[in-house]
């Protein structure tokens, strides 16, 4: 195999020629990948990289988990139903059974499971519909940094302003306010309590807020547990329905099965997508609390909304929950991480870090306009894969696969520190 420090080049004229300029991952990551097991990738040339994106969240379980793909095989090989709309089927059947009696009983949770197609934006488009159609109101509140996926109602309450500017239309009836800890110096929340009392205030009564525990794409901002019931206080005194998007860090992402775990809050509405398709297959459900469930048949609707190979591959990662013990690796590798990236911010206090993050959902951030982009760049020339996130791209992320092992996860630190130094030394010269 060629090492992955050599600079080689692919050839990628066939996408450049044919495929649209709006890909993006394709030119942080300029090779043509081929096979992928576990937490590796391997490219048509040979070269070996350590995953630290997992498909943006989709591959908690990493690629080609073989008790999931045995399953898969099985359900082909049988002729099994793959298409379905929302018929029912063996297969939705089984997932429905594992998911109450794996995630939602254990927990003592009440929803309904709807599926709503396979996306994350489908699952927060159909969470925003629901809401104004209970309560009659149009405007919902969501929060700086946030995102929520990229069709136009996911869009207005989203908080990147490239990425709502491709919506190429006024984005309406969302208010953004302040994250929690956005600025030292704002009380966001009584803030908006202000804005909710004053008649004057310009804000009409909400039919939801919607938040991530933790912002993904916003830059690895952590909401603390406090500030998250704090929220459904006011939520549950204005009779506000609060709706969580747990599409990046749900499924265990954070640790827990869901990221709002800790916080002991009770969402009215939870959006999963990622990773629970179990395999990288799209696939995505709205829990809905049962006295919610006012949609009318077919009222929202999607001709992949009964991906069953998707069932089938989520079901058997659920497998994975039936005890806490991954929970707890989690956790133990999650505190590695964090240890491991305060070390390199403290080698480098002249690059104004900030390490954020929980679980296996953390990243660096770099007061440096690019520094982040130059540090993913040398991560790939060295074998490890990751992306950027936050407004400005300042943050580098690290999200391995949760089970990854710790030889992997050693190593990938390791690159992600030796890429730290090499971006320093580039920018000197």
């Not at 912002?215 to 459904?232: C, D, R, Y």
């Not at 860090?249 to 009215?268: K, L, V, W, Y």
């Not at 297959?281 to 929202?300: R, S, V």
């Amino acid at each position: 195999m060629t090492s992955t420090t050599e600079k080689t080049v692919t050839d990628m004229s066939v996408f450049e020629a044919l495929e649209s300029e709006v890909r993006s991952y394709c030119r942080s990551f300029p090779t043509i990948f081929d096979k992928a097991r576990g937490y590796k990738l391997w490219d048509t040339q040979g070269r070996e990289f350590i995953d630290f994106f997992a498909g943006a969240g989709a591959l908690n379980y990493g690629h080609n988990n073989s008790r999931i793909k045995s399953k898969l095989i099985d359900y082909l090989t049988d002729d099994h139903v793959v298409h379905s709309l929302d018929m029912a089927t063996v297969a939705k059947e089984s997932f429905l059974k594992r998911f109450q009696d794996v995630i939602l009983s254990p927990r003592g949770m009440d929803y309904k499971v709807m599926f709503p197609g396979p996306t994350g934006a489908n699952t927060v488009e159909s969470a925003l519909k629901l809401a104004r159609k209970v309560t009659g109101r149009q405007t919902v509140i969501s929060f700086t940094k946030a995102f929520h996926g990229m069709t136009l109602g996911a869009l207005a309450v989203t908080g990147n302003a490239f990425k709502r500017k491709g919506a190429g239309v006024p984005l309406h009836h969302a208010v953004s306010m302040p994250y929690d800890q956005y600025h030292e110096n704002v009380d966001s929340l009584t803030l908006l309590e202000r804005y909710l009392e004053d008649d004057g205030s310009g804000v009409d009564l909400p039919a939801a807020i919607i938040l991530e525990t933790v912002q993904g794409e916003g830059g690895i901002n952590v909401a603390g547990s406090e500030w998250l019931k704090q929220v459904e206080q006011i939520c549950r005194r204005w009779d506000i329905l609060l709706i969580v998007d747990d599409v990046q860090a749900g499924c265990g992402r954070t640790g827990p099965f869901f990221s709002f775990e800790e916080a002991g809050i009770q969402p009215d509405m939870v959006c999963l997508s990622k990773s629970i398709g179990g395999y990288g297959l799209p696939f995505a459900i709205t829990l809905i609390k049962p006295e919610l469930d006012q949609w009318a048949p077919g009222e929202h609707n999607g001709t992949f909304r009964g991906h069953n190979l998707a069932f089938v591959a989520a079901t058997e990662a659920l497998s994975y929950w039936e005890t806490d013990e991954l929970t707890q690796d989690i956790l133990r590798k999650g505190e590695k991480v964090r240890l491991a990236l305060e070390e390199m911010a403290a080698k480098h206090p002249e690059l104004q870090t900030d390490v954020r993050g929980r679980g296996l959902m953390q990243g660096i951030s770099f007061a440096s306009e690019g520094f982040a982009d130059r540090v993913c760049q040398a991560a790939f020339q060295r074998g490890l894969i990751m992306e950027t996130s936050g407004p400005d791209s300042e943050v580098a992320k690290v999200m391995p696969p949760l089970t990854i092992d710790d030889e992997g996860l050693d190593k990938g630190l390791s690159i992600l520190e030796e890429s730290i130094q090499a971006a320093k030394q580039s920018s000197t010269q």
